[in-house]
């Protein structure tokens, strides 16, 4: 069974993926930065966690062969497939408040990640405190040996891919990021598909 | 029906990008490291010491200084939660993006989740400190014994009990003294040379805040089956902070994160 879900630009979504079941995420357009968290389907407790999956893993960006962590230590999920290369996991979600600091006062007032993630959430009766340092799918965010970290123009192509193997049952929960003020989204926000299959 | 924004308000959009990447990544004067030792703490109001593999709690003032000082090579992890919203609370991710660097050294300042400033380092002896791989876990010190068996994800799950806040408020967590850089292959390294007896960090807090430290060696750290020395956790009474304080003005964005905190407390 396939079950195919297409993301409207900007918009938030989520969904759950059964342990073994293949959660392929797609960014139609290209350049398209997809806001990712996950969490235990039957205990929200347990989510992901960045600092475990780069820490498991001895490197800073997620691809084919990441194990997906939680805070609890254990595998999520594993990355199968990755036509793009590399993804960020370090940068975390944009919101209202850290714009003002990155672009200025006059940016408070637009729509960000963090508003779609604390309101698709509250569908699942979580809060922000339970948004923890997110999965960026899709975002180029390179760390130089020097430290310097920017945000930099996508490397992926419109019609790439992630697949990745659920190993527990998880809720996804998906911000297609709105932001305009970097080149995470090509300055142009744009719709992306998510597919479930057994 | 997806609307596509014009070419003119994207190359308005990313030019104004480019400007601020510009300023922020471009070689900043921030100064050399603190001398190591650090000075003596004379009219410290609390002073503890937390034995290898412990955690401790604490509540610090704005304008406080928290000083910390490993015994020796060890590692120390760090949460913080302003209070008296506990929701909002320490964001590496925000940290790390607003200042266009990983590496946090002396001058630079730690943002919460709600764009303003919780801590400033304002002295700092090593800038040997790691925001991406997290602290030690029951998996990474399953083959060690006694206090070195002991972990920073359990010392922060206890430490957040003894805060009235639990697992789902834990945030990533600093981990302080602890050498960790990326190659240019994107792979972890740790740089030991970093390190020396003898380092501090004085972490000005700019809001009140409840604070977790953990004494733990850090998972890459070599010697990590070897139980750290004891840490010593300082609490330093508020100064007098000049207009032109380097962690205020040394960059762009902290001026604004700064102008955050004015405006939650009215000032601005």
Not at chain 1, 120 to 148: C, Q, W, Y
Not at chain 1, 166 to 190: H, K, W, Y
Not at chain 2, 158 to 169: S, V, Y
């Amino acid at each position: 069974m396939e079950m195919i879900h297409d993301i409207p630009a900007r918009a938030p979504w989520s969904g759950i993926i059964r342990k073994g079941q293949t959660l392929r995420i797609e960014d139609t357009y290209g350049q398209q930065a997809i806001d990712t968290l996950f969490y235990n389907a039957h205990d929200h407790g347990e989510r992901y966690s960045s600092q475990d999956t780069l820490r498991t893993q001895g490197a800073a960006y997620v691809t084919t062969g990441t194990a997906i962590v939680s805070n609890l230590g254990r595998v999520m999920l594993r990355v199968t497939a990755d036509s793009a290369g590399r993804h960020d996991t370090s940068a975390g979600c944009c919101s209202c408040e850290s714009n003002t600091v990155r672009f200025g006062h006059n940016t408070k007032f637009q729509h960000a990640c963090r508003e779609n993630f604390i309101l698709e959430l509250a569908r699942h009766g979580m809060t922000k405190r339970d948004i923890v340092p997110n999965l960026n799918f899709f975002m180029n965010v390179p760390i130089s040996p020097n430290g310097a970290m920017t945000v930099d123009d996508g490397i992926s192509s419109p019609g790439d891919h992630l697949e990745l193997v659920a190993e527990m049952d998880v809720l996804c929960v998906i911000s297609n990021c709105p932001q305009i003020n970097n080149p995470c989204n090509g300055f142009d926000p744009t719709p992306c598909r998510v597919i479930i299959r057994d | 029906m997806h609307m596509h924004r014009t070419p003119d308000q994207i190359a308005a959009d990313r030019q104004r990008y480019l400007d601020f990447q510009r300023e922020g990544m471009e070689a900043k004067t921030l100064p050399e490291p603190s001398p190591r030792p650090g000075p003596k703490a004379d009219d410290a109001r609390l002073k503890e010491m937390v034995p290898g593999g412990w955690y401790t709690t604490l509540h610090v003032k704005k304008g406080e200084i928290l000083r910390l000082v490993p015994g020796g090579a060890s590692s120390v992890s760090l949460a913080a939660w302003a209070l008296p919203d506990t929701t909002e609370r320490l964001c590496l991710p925000d940290t790390v993006k607003l200042q266009w660097t990983t590496d946090l050294t002396k001058g630079r300042v730690i943002f919460s989740d709600m764009g303003r400033v919780m801590l400033s380092l304002v002295e700092d002896s090593s800038g040997a400190h790691d925001v991406l791989t997290g602290g030690s876990t029951p998996e990474t010190v399953a083959d060690y014994t006694g206090d070195a068996a002991r972990n920073t994800r359990e010392n922060m799950m206890l430490a957040a009990a003894k805060l009235g806040l639990d697992r789902r408020d834990i945030p990533a967590v600093l981990n302080l003294f602890a050498p960790v850089r990326v190659d240019a292959e994107g792979r972890f390294t740790w740089r030991p040379a970093m390190l020396a007896a003898g380092d501090w960090v004085d972490l000005r807090a700019e809001m009140d805040l409840c604070i977790a430290l953990s004494n733990c060696r850090h998972p890459l750290d070599p010697d990590a089956a070897k139980v750290p020395p004891d840490l010593s956790v300082i609490c330093l009474p508020a100064q007098p902070i000049p207009a032109d304080d380097l962690c205020r003005t040394a960059t762009a964005e902290a001026r604004r994160g700064f102008e955050n905190n004015a405006r939650l407390q009215g000032a601005f």
